[in-house]
């Protein structure tokens, strides 16, 4: 499938790794695990997917499936060209104004790697060659999956973190909210999650709230993350990319920030072994953690990227036999970046930049 180094729209991609160079802050994952926006690589092995969600910024312009049946590109040449694509993109922003020359040497290394902002990466048949390539370059790998491959999220090797989206917490409301193409949608989901659980390195379940459609599901969330022992939870506000035939979608459908928050606090006590960690309320994003990564009063959510390295490595060299656990790799997370503080996740090295006459934020990566 000729799709390496595909990148969405310039607003969508541009949005982290843009603020980042003009030292205006970076996105919700800088905050909430330490990634440098501009060294983060967005691209994906495959822009297939068995669901067509309401919320798909791509407007459902890209494939469909419920497995693979495209022209396979070798893992090498995805990497390269994505690598390459990166940095054609950094490279943009020489000499425009405010752009940090530090920064913007910093962000031709990649560093971390998102996968991915469309698609389903875990359909790639060689998604853990591509994934060994990934950490050999010393880059860090974020893999998203939508929970309708359980054989596959149980046969992937360690990532540094791995995400399920978690669109609803109802049959009904999943099949209304991802529209996915599987006839046994529900039984792919649950065992996706069962199979979340397993992993012994950082999971996240992915919570998109859209208003009018999933926000009154909290009991049953809070029965699927029983179920899948996340480490952490994202919660975000959806974001609206505009006027779609393909989706129903509106502005009517965002919720407020202060609405996100009362929903996370609500769901926090059906879970008690979670507290409310972070937030970025530029990205309308907080994050859930389990207890686990708070020590001694203080959280560890943020990543030592190096250790992971030198962990997957020793997993790599021993065959797989010296595996390791999430909390192998964690760092301990700044003060600026936890929930209730003043600066409500904005990094203080950074200068913020606010829009004029803006009713909400519902920007970011």
């Known amino acids: 499938m000729g799709q390496a180094g595909k990148s969405p729209p310039s607003s969508q991609l541009q949005e982290g790794p843009?603020?980042?160079?003009?030292?205006?802050?970076?996105?919700?994952?800088?905050?909430?695990?330490?990634?440098?926006?501009?060294?983060?690589?967005?691209?994906?092995?495959?822009?297939?997917?068995?669901?067509?969600?309401?919320?798909?910024?791509?407007?459902?312009?890209?494939?469909?499936?419920t497995e693979w049946?495209?022209?396979m590109d070798q893992p090498e040449m995805i990497l390269k060209e994505a690598i390459k694509h990166h940095q054609n993109m950094i490279r943009q922003f020489k000499g425009v104004p405010g752009v940090r020359a530090e920064r913007l040497e910093e962000g031709m290394e990649v560093k971390h790697c998102a996968l991915s902002l469309v698609g389903e990466p875990i359909m790639y048949p060689e998604i853990n060659r591509f994934l060994k390539l990934l950490h050999q370059c010393k880059i860090s790998s974020f893999l998203v999956t939508n929970a309708q491959f359980p054989m596959e999220i149980r046969n992937l090797k360690p990532v540094t973190q791995l995400y399920v989206s978690v669109d609803a917490s109802t049959k009904d409301s999943l099949r209304k909210i991802d529209r996915p193409l599987f006839r046994d949608f529900w039984r792919r989901f649950l065992d996706s999650l069962k199979?979340?659980?397993?992993?012994?390195?950082?999971?996240?379940?992915?919570?998109?709230?859209?208003?009018?459609?999933?926000?009154?599901?909290?009991?049953?969330?809070?029965?699927?993350?029983?179920?899948?022992?996340?480490?952490?939870?994202?919660?975000?506000?959806?974001?609206?990319c505009g006027e779609s035939s393909a989706s129903s979608l509106t502005m009517a459908n965002v919720p407020w920030h202060e609405e996100v928050v009362h929903f996370v606090s609500e769901l926090v006590d059906l879970i008690p072994d979670y507290e409310i960690a972070c937030e970025h309320e530029?990205?309308?994003?907080?994050?859930?953690?389990?207890?686990?990564?708070?020590?001694?009063?203080?959280?560890?959510?943020?990543?030592?990227y190096d250790r992971f390295q030198a962990l997957i490595q020793r997993y790599e060299d021993s065959g797989g036999a010296e595996t390791f656990s999430a909390q192998d790799y964690m760092a301990k997370t700044p003060p600026w970046a936890v929930f209730g503080a003043n600066e409500r996740g904005f990094d203080p090295k950074d200068t913020r930049h606010q829009r004029k006459h803006k009713s909400r934020d519902i920007s970011g990566c």
Not at 219 to 229: E, K, N, P, R
């Open 282 to 304: 530029h990205s309308n994003c907080l994050l859930i953690a389990h207890r686990k990564f708070k020590i001694d009063g203080e959280w560890w959510t943020w990543i030592d």
């Open 69 to 71: 049946r495209w022209k």
């Open 18 to 65: 843009q603020s980042m160079l003009r030292g205006r802050g970076g996105c919700y994952k800088h905050t909430f695990y330490g990634i440098e926006s501009h060294r983060c690589m967005e691209t994906t092995p495959s822009l297939a997917c068995a669901n067509k969600c309401v919320f798909c910024w791509r407007h459902h312009t890209n494939p469909v499936g």
């Open 195 to 240: 199979a979340l659980a397993a992993k012994q390195q950082r999971t996240v379940y992915r919570l998109t709230l859209v208003k009018s459609w999933n926000v009154d599901e909290l009991q049953a969330y809070a029965q699927l993350v029983s179920l899948g022992s996340p480490d952490f939870i994202e919660v975000k506000g959806v974001t609206y």
